[in-house]
């Protein structure tokens, strides 16, 4: 994924809006479209990543989270996002299937941004595999500033109000005359909140919010990856004086795993075998994180470093449906302790070897020779 910032890429102001985004994304993409360029490979990235820049900047939810946290919104660590490639499949789908209802809720808040609107909030949560393979039912416990009890987080002591603001008529903004210009900035009055309040809460001191301790329900579903990115709406800071509250993100980090590592949705397992397995053939047993235990037949000849898989024994996909593999990859071990019989026995495997056991080994020592001209 490029990391060339997306306004950017675009030619745009941060704070443009989406018509100036939408016209400018027009103009570049017209410019580099491919079928212009044919065989043009420059002007087709980049036609791809003024796509990826524009998916990302049009969509109100996506892009307030590419301000909070660039990049890094959108990246899947594993990269082993089956079908959605660019990372942003797998970001969208989480939210809206995952927390339907409240990702719905907070779209209309599109547009012009609420000052009162509390901030964005991320929680880093670290999970086992095996309870990133089943899912979890996590309780988070974090400190947040949540609405105000006394005042029901409006700001004002009970019983009175906020008034309107006399400065900017409730506007949030002024407008004032600097020589030739007329500036319109944040009214100083009341911070851009058009309201402004006679008799502050004692809780709160007018501000609607107080520091609390919070525990939040939240469902890790199955199949959830280091770097995974949960939103959870709503729960993120309260907003000001009854304004809308953020949301919490929770990225998901994948503690160390004493036998599998994760790659996508392949689960990987170094096995070593005993130098007598690996030549005459045998089975190994390897307890799945789906609870069964899982059989590898091992053929006679096994070598250090080669795999055996077992498909649909991995990681569930996040969102999907299925697993991806278990693969096992085998470490031959030489024997280091031996009793005086065993010796015996190697010693007369031995003499009865004609190099044709071995042929790698035997190839190997004649190019060696061949090299020094015998
Ligand atoms: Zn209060
Ligand atoms: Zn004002």
Redesign the pocket.
């Given at each position: 994924m490029t990391e060339v910032d997306f306004y950017e890429l675009l030619q745009v102001e941060r704070g443009a809006d989406g018509a100036t985004i939408k016209s400018a994304y027009r103009k570049l993409a017209m410019e580099c479209h491919p079928d212009r360029n044919p065989g043009d490979a420059e002007a087709e990235a980049k036609f791809k990543t003024i796509n990826e820049a524009y998916e990302c900047l049009k969509d109100p939810q996506k892009r307030a989270a590419y301000d909070r946290f660039g990049h890094a919104a959108f990246q899947n660590g594993g990269g082993g996002t089956p079908g959605g490639g660019d990372g942003f499949g797998a970001f969208s789908d989480i939210f809206e299937n995952i927390f339907g209802e409240d990702f719905m809720g907070g779209r209309g808040r599109g547009g012009r941004q609420d000052v009162r609107r509390g901030a964005d909030l991320r929680y880093d949560y670290e999970i086992t595999l095996e309870d990133a393979y089943h899912g979890k039912d996590a309780e988070l416990t974090l400190d947040v500033a949540a609405a105000c009890d006394a005042c029901e987080g409006s700001g004002a002591k009970p019983g009175t109000g906020a008034q309107t603001?006399?400065?900017?008529q409730?506007?949030?903004k002024?407008r004032a005359q600097q020589g030739l210009f007329l500036v319109e900035r944040t009214?100083p009055?009341?911070h851009?909140?058009?309201q402004?309040i006679a008799d502050p809460c004692d809780q709160c001191r007018g501000e609607g919010r107080v520091d609390q301790t919070k525990t939040i329900d939240v469902k890790i579903p199955p199949g959830v990856d280091e770097g995974t990115r949960i939103r959870v709406s709503g729960e993120g800071e309260a907003g000001a004086r009854g304004g809308p509250a953020g949301d919490l993100y929770i990225f998901v980090h994948l503690s160390r795993h004493q036998l599998f590592q994760r790659e996508g949705t392949a689960l990987f397992a170094r096995c070593p075998i005993s130098f007598t397995t690996a030549a005459l053939g045998g089975s190994i047993e390897v307890p799945g994180l789906d609870g069964e235990v899982h059989e590898f037949v091992v053929p006679p000849g096994m070598q250090t470093g080669k795999q055996l898989r077992k498909r649909g024994a991995g990681m569930p996909v996040l969102q999907g449906r299925g697993h991806g593999d278990l693969v096992v990859q085998f470490d031959v071990e030489t024997p280091t302790k031996l009793s005086a019989r065993q010796k015996e026995i190697l010693q007369e495997f031995r003499e009865t070897e004609t190099g044709e056991e071995c042929p790698e080994s035997a190839g190997f020592f004649d190019k060696l020779k061949s090299m020094f001209g015998e």
């Open positions: 603001c006399a400065t900017c409730g506007h949030g002024v009214c009055s009341c851009g909140m058009g402004v």
